[in-house]
């Protein structure tokens, strides 16, 4: 059983996904796919050990040697990218049976299982296997399962966000393809490890720069890089609350995965010049997407779409250290994959629960609130320290390696601007707590036309165990840092050709 642990990753969502349509209940089938998600992450986690315990692991499928036959590729990169999306995705399905509970009508909510356990399988699916083709495979999985998840939104703007996504992905998923089928035609293999060995002989050609060009601008789309990031603010603030959740945790952290990938592990670029502009390119947007999409924030009233603007601001610190192209960026890059999946997962299930009460997150709407769902806004309080970088929180962690790697290379500039994405981060985040914890509660009109004060209490205690988990991980490995630090830095050095 150890030795198919790669393709058990997969599979067990793969299959669990039909199973819940089956069950067709939706209490047995939110059991069933919690199950799935745990097995899920218990051998993530098995994996993640491993590889620790003995490198990288090759697991072919039906025993053809790769690359003629199809090849899952385990190393420390992916298996940390494993851990992430199973680990969010068990602990969003905890939350989940309350949290859709007033957003999807209940025949509908067995299908929301089988959406869900199908976008698991394929984010699972993209980070591990190591074969091209499939990559593209299971981008579709996810993709199309995303697009129906974001469509169970209880606005009718749901649906319009959804086929936003739906094209901006498809375009995203066609250069992704184009790109591979390039790299095929240059080299007649789509193994992603060798690719790797191929490629440096065919990379001055046409044909290999344009594949570049086109898987970058794909992942780019897919990952909501500014400024390709249109798509997202609109999907997370109509998709139903709990979807909200899993997306902002993983979905963007896997397309980072791919940009690393293919960027450091696939692709050599040996011009300087060439790779020095392609750096600076991925500087220039991480910069001005901290910086706008910041400033954008901070202008929302609707609380989902201010922290939507804020994951784009947040996937600009995580191309910062991509464009760093140093060990210790890449490694800050990556643990802020991890970090920012705890803070905005957190931030996130907060706002699921505050919604399950109110029936919506306006920022008037949240005046005094804080005063009857103390455990929720202490959460939020938390989560917001940590997304704007204090001390002893995991925001802090990522800002320091990502500040340390900019110094290391005096970019001074670099530093200036992480400390202003962080102090506009302290506005918008502000503007909550002062509304929840400072301002009066609001005061609403009853169908009498009496006057009556906001009333709530707090969230299930469903809802509150998986918000708290990922609030208190904030703050464990803002203190205890070894597990991210040593796996991120681990990952970063063999992506760079060390161990």
Known sequence: MISHLPILQVIIPLLGAPACLLLNRPNLAWLFSILVSVLTLITSI?????????????????????????????????????????????????AAKDGISKEIAEPKQPLFYVSFLLCLAGLLGITATGDAFNIFVFLEISSLATYTLIA????????????????VGTIGATFILIGIGLMYMMTGTLNIHDLAERLPAVTASNAVLASY?????????????????????????????????????????????????????VYEISAPQFKYMINMVFITLGIMAVIIASWTAIYQTNIKRMLAYSSVAQ???????????????????????????????????????????????????????????????????????????????????????????????????????????????????????????????????????????????????????PLWILILANIYFGIDTRFPVSISQQAAQLLFGGA
């Open 46 to 94: 098995a994996l993640l050990m491993q590889v620790q315990a003995q490198g990288t692991i090759s697991y072919m499928l039906g025993g053809w040697e790769a690359p003629w036959g199809i090849e899952y590729r385990i190393d420390f990169i992916n298996a940390f990218v494993l851990v992430i999306v199973s680990a969010l995705g068990a602990i969003t399905l905890i």
């Open 152 to 167: 169970m939104g209880d606005d009718r703007r749901a649906l319009w966000s959804s086929y936003q996504y739906l094209i």
């Open 213 to 265: 060009a086109f898987i970058l601008v794909g992942v780019a789309l897919k990952l909501a890089l500014f400024p390709l990031h249109f798509w997202l603010p609109n999907a997370y603030t109509y998709a139903p609350n709990i979807v909200t959740v899993f997306l902002a945790g993983t979905a963007t952290k896997v397309a980072i995965y791919l940009l690393i990938r293919f960027n450091f592990d």
């Open 315 to 465: 996937i600009g610190y995580m191309i910062l250290g991509f464009g760093l192209d140093s060990v210790s960026g890449l490694q800050a890059s990556l643990l802020h994959l991890f970090n920012h999946a705890l803070m905005k997962g957190g931030l996130f299930i907060a706002l699921t629960a505050v919604a399950l009460k109110l029936g919506k997150v306006e920022l008037d709407d949240l005046n005094g609130l804080a005063k009857k769902m103390p455990w929720t806004f202490a959460a939020f309080v938390i989560g917001g320290l940590s997304l704007i970088g204090v001390p002893l929180t995991v925001g802090f962690v990522s800002k320091w390696y990502l500040v340390v790697a900019a110094a290391e290379q005096q970019q001074w500039y670099i530093i200036g601007f992480v400390l202003l994405g962080s102090l506009l981060a302290v506005i918008y985040i502000w503007r909550v707590v002062e509304a929840a914890w400072f301002k009066p509660p609001k005061e609403l009109q009853n169908a009498a036309g009496n006057v009556t004060a906001t009333t709530s209490r707090e969230a299930p205690v469903l809802i509150l165990i």
